[in-house]
């Protein structure tokens, strides 16, 4: 800018005289590089010696160590493997040697973590309410159930034996559609879908998301 | 909390934890502080597995918690992950200067993380229970474990303290007491481990061995600059130091020389006792200002200058990196640029004597390394537009230590990708070599016939032991690399520290 307001006309930031100066005369201009700048550029020297003395081999020895004393304990946290379908005749001993470390949980002193890490924080999330624990929802349950039992006698009543175990199916069948299809009547709001865990799905789902605040 | 601190604790933490660690720890580096839910989101992997992570991260002291209200976020401590480097130091320190039990005691607590005193000492005789020449008994590593308590070199944890209402934990540093273990209770514990109640944890107190390897550089500093018994002057000075002064002290209290004599004279060292006065001339004086006379009161004073020590020491460092990074040339540059606090170019040219032109691009050079800064100074009466501003070079030492740093942080980072590199590539060779030496391992112990163990031994062809043998020298020579670095790292650490 600086250039402009002195209407020299020339379009480098520095005049001649600066340029003089800084010790870069006419036509000395090295040529423009394009290429980027090696990734591993050369040493211009060659780098000091490292001293290797019975000092520093005791402390690679102990590195070496502890690194795979780490490997070996639970601290070292392995992915689920996932297979790709085929199998080997060595995956048994590795499958052993996962099992190994499997079930090992790192040995902290729990009292000092927050619940949510510590090994039983699964079974401590709060308990989500039940819909049996209202007495109204037991009565009309009961009377539901009632209600079919007196539909299945019929049925069955009438039934021959020969057809019996796939009516019984299909009863059941029926039955549980009903019971499907009372509970979703049941309030109208997805409260009632069945929120039963069994924990099953806590490995690959995290399920609790809305539980956690959002920022 | 910089990008190339952020790549090496990432590297660190896989090669010490393994990728899931280090993907977690990667996220908390970057966000600072959350919650498990948000590093289940950002990083895409299972809630358990997160929460190993964490578990890992927390009880090597890799990371911490706060809690606000019933919300639990975590945060990585990245200086701690750094001193995983360091932990073969701690171990060489201990053995040098306590013995083979200090060292296990050490090294089971650094495995262990947090440990109480009994299970510790229980797991470590029983490990080498059968090992005749080590000959371990209880009662030494008792001993030996309450010397360590007594030197601060091991600490009690921090205790969790619950708020009524609250099941989050809140962790208090207590007071380290020393504690008084029953031979005759570890016996029994050592017949049967399970049932050990000892509730009191310790773990290991780092500032302590750094106080050691302060202590270790500037004796040897005295020692390489003036004689042994001026290094060993400088040692019963800074013993006097820890009794008086907060060990980190910028500077030190005033130490009466009668002190000194009195300690003298409990060394078997006659030189040092009788030339004791001389030495702490020729220490004041030529000791580049390590100590400095503080009183002549009671037969003369000294202090120890911790910080002065640090920025000498700091300075050697730099001038190390830039010789060897631009050559001696350039030093010869940095170095006069800092003797003369502001200096304009053209006195650089003038005092470096060197050419005009290579001397400039030297400059540029380490301006553009960031090892010294410009000061532009205008003056602002003349307007002719051939007038030059005034550029004043200078050191800005802090800023100059900072850019070390990064590139120990960098080359850190670059040797422990080149050593995994180095590691993947021959992974193959490297398995074979593994079990060929478990296998061998177990024919010694049947005591099989050397035939068949060198049958064994020959599975690895002539080209693969060469191989190996390459592998293995370079790696330990990527070892030795990050042991050596640590060391810069610690001195610039130190500097640092100091306000």
Request: proline share 4%; net charge negative.
């Amino acid at each position: 800018m600086a250039g402009r307001g002195r209407g020299r006309g020339s379009n480098t930031s520095l005049t001649q005289e600066q340029m003089q100066a800084l010790g870069i005369a006419r036509g000395d201009n090295a040529p423009q590089i394009l290429a980027p700048p090696p990734l591993f550029p050369k040493l211009e020297t060659k780098p000091l010696p490292l001293n290797s003395d019975a000092a520093t081999d005791y402390m690679v020895i102990v590195k070496d160590q502890f690194i795979e004393y780490l490997h070996e304990s639970p601290a070292y946290v392995k992915a689920n493997r996932e297979t790709d379908g085929i199998e080997r005749y060595s995956d048994k001993y590795k499958l052993l040697a996962l099992d190994a470390n499997k079930g090992r949980v790192l040995d902290c002193v729990w009292a000092n973590f927050p619940p949510e890490l510590r090994p039983q924080a699964s079974r401590m999330r709060p308990s989500r309410k039940r819909k049996l624990d209202d007495s109204k929802d037991i009565e009309k349950r009961l009377q539901l159930l009632e209600k079919k039992e007196t539909q299945e006698n019929t049925n069955e009543m009438m039934a021959t034996a020969g057809d019996d175990n796939k009516k019984q199916d299909d009863i059941d069948e029926d039955l549980e559609d009903e019971e499907e299809q009372e509970d979703e009547i049941d309030d109208g709001t997805d409260y009632a879908n069945n929120y039963f865990d069994n924990g099953e799905d806590y490995e690959d789902e995290d399920d609790n998301l809305d539980d956690d605040p959002v920022y | 909390m910089s990008h190339q601190l952020g790549r090496l604790v990432a590297q660190i933490l896989q090669r010490y934890c393994g990728e899931i660690v280090e993907k977690v720890g990667n996220d908390l580096f970057m966000y600072g502080s959350k919650p498990i839910a948000m590093i289940v989101k950002s990083t895409g992997l299972p809630r358990t597995q997160v929460i190993e992570s964490l578990r890992t991260l927390m009880k090597f002291d890799l990371a911490m918690f706060e809690a606000t209200g019933p919300h639990v976020d975590y945060r990585l401590l990245p200086e701690n992950v750094l001193l995983l480097i360091r932990y073969p130091r701690y171990l060489l320190q201990m053995k040098s200067k306590y013995g083979t039990e200090a060292e296990l005691i050490i090294e089971e607590l650094l495995q262990q993380a947090t440990c109480s005193a009994t299970l510790l000492l229980v797991t470590i005789a029983n490990k080498y229970k059968d090992d005749k020449d080590k000959n371990l008994t209880i009662v030494t590593l008792k001993d030996t474990f309450i010397s360590l308590a007594t030197a601060a070199y091991i600490q009690q944890a921090p205790v969790a303290e619950i708020k009524e209402g609250s099941e989050i934990p809140n962790l208090v540093q207590v007071a380290t007491i020393v504690p008084d273990l029953d031979t005759r209770a570890l016996m029994q514990a050592m017949a049967n481990p399970v049932d050990i109640k000892d509730n009191i944890y310790w773990k290991v107190n780092y500032d302590r061995f750094h106080q050691d390897f302060r202590d270790d550089i500037m004796i040897k500093a005295m020692t390489r600059r003036i004689d042994d018994t001026a290094g060993e002057v400088m040692r019963l000075l800074l013993q006097q130091m820890y009794l008086s002064s907060a060990a980190w002290a910028e500077e030190s209290n005033a130490i009466p020389v009668t002190d000194l004599r009195e300690s003298s004279r409990l060394t078997d060292k006659i030189l040092l006792h009788h030339h004791l006065e001389h030495y702490l001339k020729v220490m004041e004086e030529n000791g580049a200002g390590f100590i400095r006379r503080a009183g002549d009161a009671g037969g003369g004073q000294y202090c120890v200058q911790a910080k002065v020590a640090a920025k000498l020491l700091v300075e050697d460092v730099l001038d190390h990196v830039v010789t060897e990074r631009l050559g001696s040339k350039a030093a010869r540059i940095f170095r006069l640029i800092r003797a003369k606090k502001y200096v304009e170019e053209e006195d650089i040219q003038k005092n470096a004597m060197l050419p005009n032109k290579e001397c400039k691009q030297l400059t540029y050079k380490l301006l553009e390394e960031h090892f010294i800064s410009v000061q532009p100074m205008r003056k602002s009466q003349q307007v002719s537009g051939t007038q030059k501003g005034i550029y004043l070079y200078h050191v800005k030492l802090f800023e100059a230590v900072h850019v070390c740093r990064e590139m120990c942080y960098a080359s850190l980072h670059n040797l422990s990708r080149a050593r995994r590199q180095l590691v993947s590539e021959h992974g193959r060779a490297l398995d074979k070599q593994r079990r060929v030496r478990t296998i061998v391992h177990g024919m010694r112990m049947r005591s099989e016939t050397e035939e068949s163990i060198n049958d064994v031994l020959e599975t690895l062809t002539p080209p693969e032991v060469n191989l190996l043998a390459q592998v293995e020298k370079q790696l330990k020579q990527l070892s030795t690399a990050e042991l050596e670095l640590d060391r810069n790292l610690f001195i610039l650490n130190w500097y640092l520290h100091y306000p």
